[in-house]
């Protein structure tokens, strides 16, 4: 399409996902042969084409724009106390939330979006499952599970972040929201040496095989409140952490 520029693209097993950059005109000019010709450039929007060959997607829920081919769409329901973000309200009442699951052949397109997106695969393999943020899944093959993980080493000091986490595991092609461009995004690999201390909020995805501590970047709640900082995630173990640290935003851990 004349209006989009293909930025992204992941071929998997039945489904291939690519992200497109829209575009807005920026200049008219007279090609050589007379015709009226056009300059184009990104407005900053996004959206995502999900191509069904067969397989199945499921969709953050009010993300769908159109579809196009033989496509049958079904409310798949979530694991009891779900977490997709436009369903967050009763996944705090512990009901369950839902996907929208598109199957069959042909294209599925989502809304514009001002937030980046990484597509990525998973193998399958059980040391590949990710906890992620809870603003950031987007999208995921249907051959692939999701869930919500509970640190039960984390006691209540916070509501929500950090306690219950969306987690993503089996097999498949699936596309994460961002704050930020790929090109920023910063992946940690922990080997089980050290450790790693980072802002929660700028922690986009982590392996579920890492051990994760939430806690006040200053021990006691006087230092604490002296040193404006809050709370903060220590990452240890064997995994890979995806970071976003040129996106900043008011942490309600701090508040």
Do not use: C
């Amino acid at each position: 399409m004349s209006h989009m520029q293909l930025v992204q693209e992941h071929v998997g097993s039945g489904l291939t996902i690519r992200v497109h950059a829209l575009t807005h005109v920026t200049r008219f000019s007279r090609t050589a042969d007379g015709e009226l010709g056009e300059t184009r450039e990104m407005d900053g929007r996004f959206t995502v084409e999900a191509e069904l060959n067969g397989s199945g997607v499921l969709l953050e829920p009010g993300a769908f724009q159109y579809s196009v081919g033989q496509i049958e769409a079904n409310v798949q329901q979530q694991q009891q106390g779900g977490f997709l973000r436009r369903a967050i309200a009763t996944a705090g009442t512990g009901e369950s939330a839902f996907a929208t699951r598109f199957t069959g052949q042909g294209k599925v397109w989502t809304e514009p979006s001002r937030k980046h997106f990484i597509i990525a695969e998973m193998s399958g393999d059980p040391s590949d499952a990710m906890l992620l943020d809870d603003r950031a899944f987007y999208l995921a093959q249907d051959t692939m599970q999701l869930g919500t993980h509970t640190h039960s080493s984390i006691s209540g000091i916070l509501s929500g972040n950090g306690l219950r986490q969306p987690k993503l595991s089996g097999r498949g092609v699936f596309a994460v929201e961002s704050p930020v461009p790929v090109s920023e995004i910063e992946v940690i690999e922990l080997e089980g040496r050290q450790t790693l201390t980072v802002d929660g909020d700028l922690a986009l995805m982590y392996s579920a095989s890492l051990n994760v501590e939430l806690r006040p970047l200053v021990r006691g709640l006087r230092n604490a409140m002296r040193t404006g900082e809050g709370f903060v995630y220590v990452f240890s173990g064997r995994g890979t952490v995806y970071l976003t640290p040129t996106h900043r935003m008011i942490s309600g851990a701090s508040l």
